[in-house]
């Protein structure tokens, strides 16, 4: 603020709230959010998912500016010896699979100290997820290694039934079993 009898610029008003960044950035997609469902009949685009992102157990693509993440996740405890292997008609009670729109969606992914400043997951909207999941390889069971996957006949349901496909994606984890820490 502009201090008129000084003739200099300075703080905020003694009481006055100060907003957060993270604040600012929610309100923001709470309007982008807002702004899309109010567009009318628009046909929903399929997203760009090029962008694979390895840990735990699942597979995840997001799309370069990491507003749009399919997340795959498997529901099975792998130390006890179950297998992920197969084939998967999702939805599936061993499987969690969602498109998720938001921002900075893989931010800190992998990741178990947060640091001060640094972004945080913001979730706009999750979309379930629906399609053939072939798991075509996994490391040994209770190890760290790559995995490969295909999710094919793809399809997205938003809350009031928006419906977006999603085609065929080849999905790899990398990092399979591997965990933050």
């Known amino acids: 603020m502009l201090d008129t009898d000084a003739g200099r610029l300075s703080g905020p008003e003694p009481g006055a709230a100060a907003v957060r960044p993270s604040t600012v950035r929610r ?13 009318g009949a628009t046909t929903p685009v399929s997203p760009e998912l090029t962008e694979p992102y390895g840990c735990g157990h699942g597979f995840y693509l997001g799309s370069p500016d990491q507003t749009v993440g399919l997340f795959i996740r498997s529901n099975l405890d792998m130390i006890e010896g179950a297998s992920a292997s197969g084939t998967f008609q ?3 009670d061993e499987w969690t699979s969602e498109l998720t729109y938001g921002m900075d969606l ?3 992914w992998c990741d178990d100290v ?20 072939q798991v075509i390889s996994l490391p040994p069971n209770g190890q760290c290694g790559p995995a490969r996957a295909r999710l094919q006949q793809a399809m997205a349901t938003s809350p009031d039934g928006e419906r977006i496909d999603l085609g065929e994606l080849d999905l ?3 990092s399979w079993g591997c965990f933050a820490g």
């Open 90 to 92: 999702l939805p599936d």
């Open 27 to 39: 309100l923001i997609l709470i309007v982008v959010v807002l702004a899309g469902c109010a567009g």
């Open 172 to 174: 790899v984890n990398d």
């Open 114 to 133: 947060i640091e001060p400043g640094e972004p945080e997951p913001l979730i706009g909207q999750t979309w379930s997820v629906e399609g053939v999941l």
């Open 106 to 108: 893989f931010a800190n």
